[in-house]
């Protein structure tokens, strides 16, 4: 679905260059659910980014069904890093936003939207603007919304990073089921390990910035998961150790 074909990326500002991606290589199958783990600015936004067609690689290319991405790729739903609500709409305008660009009818975009506002637990927020809402809503919000996108592939950022943990493990469910319904390809950055051998089929551990991947590790945990006890069984267990022990190294080479 993606390949990631020796990708670079560099930032400049004057004469000097901040690197964020190094020769990166990668395959991501068709269905496939992959969690991108790695230190704070090392480069996991740029690679979402250049994924979606928003930054151009400095050297390589992105290859998006066969077809090299040189532009926004539409086929493409980003939830990105920092929330992208529209200040002057309502929760359900803006969940329904992606609706409203396809041409759908009002009254049965705002249907849609209150449903998949439901499944988010923002029930009763529906007439709200996002300056109403808590951090995590908002992040709720925006899930909605690229949930109701229903693209082929999902790219996601950070998508549960200020939920609490009752929250997140709803949230989990809900996108492994909405993901496996509607055969979606994802992509996931997180800061959360347990998060990562939870949802997906492989995890990439990234190097401090550059980013390269340090490690790949497939999880071949059955399907469907159980969110909430996957974590419990042994083989849960050595997965995560094995990436955690990767991880440790990159996290503390990042304070040196
Ligand atoms: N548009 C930009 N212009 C200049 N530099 C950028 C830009 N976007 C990212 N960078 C730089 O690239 C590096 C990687 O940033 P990136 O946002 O990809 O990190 P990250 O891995 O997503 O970090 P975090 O986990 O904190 O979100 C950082 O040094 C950042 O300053
Ligand atoms: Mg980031």
């Known amino acids: 679905m993606i390949?990631?074909?020796?990708v670079s990326k560099s930032f400049y500002k004057r004469d000097t260059a901040v690197d964020a991606v190094q020769n990166m290589n990668l395959t991501i199958e068709r269905r496939?659910?992959?969690?991108?783990?790695?230190?704070?600015?090392?480069?996991?936004?740029?690679?979402?980014?250049?994924?979606a067609g928003l930054y151009a690689p400095t050297r390589g290319r992105v290859v998006y069904k066969?077809?090299?991405v040189s532009g926004i790729n539409t086929d493409v739903g980003y939830m990105t890093q920092k929330d992208s609500l529209l200040p002057w709409r309502s929760v359900r305008d803006n969940v329904a936003f992606?609706?409203?660009l396809a041409g759908v009818a009002k009254a049965e975009r705002s249907d849609r939207a209150d449903q998949v506002i439901q499944h988010v637990g923002l029930r009763g927020f529906e007439e709200r603007y996002p300056n109403e809402l808590s951090g995590g809503m908002r992040k709720r919000a925006c899930l909605g919304r690229m949930m109701l996108y229903g693209a082929e592939t999902a790219l996601l950022d950070e998508p549960f990073a200020a939920l609490d943990a009752q929250l997140k493990l709803a949230m989990h469910d809900l996108m492994l089921r909405l993901a496996s319904e509607n055969d979606q390809t994802v992509v996931l950055v997180t800061h959360d390990l347990m998060e990562a051998v939870t949802?997906?089929?492989r995890v990439l551990v990234c190097t401090r910035r550059p980013a390269t991947?340090?490690?790949?590790?497939?999880i071949d945990l059955e399907r469907p998961r159980d969110v909430l006890n996957v974590r419990f069984s042994s083989a849960f267990k050595e997965h995560y150790d094995t990436l955690w022990e990767r991880l440790r190294v990159e996290y503390s080479e990042d304070r040196v």
Request: charged share 25%; proline share 8%.
């Open 213 to 218: 991947i340090a490690l790949e590790q497939r």
């Open 32 to 51: 496939e659910i992959v969690a991108v783990i790695g230190p704070s600015g090392c480069g996991k936004s740029t690679l979402l980014n250049m994924i």
């Open 199 to 201: 949802l997906a089929d």
């Open 66 to 68: 066969d077809a090299p």
């Open 98 to 100: 992606p609706l409203e």
């Open 3 to 6: 390949r990631i074909e020796n």
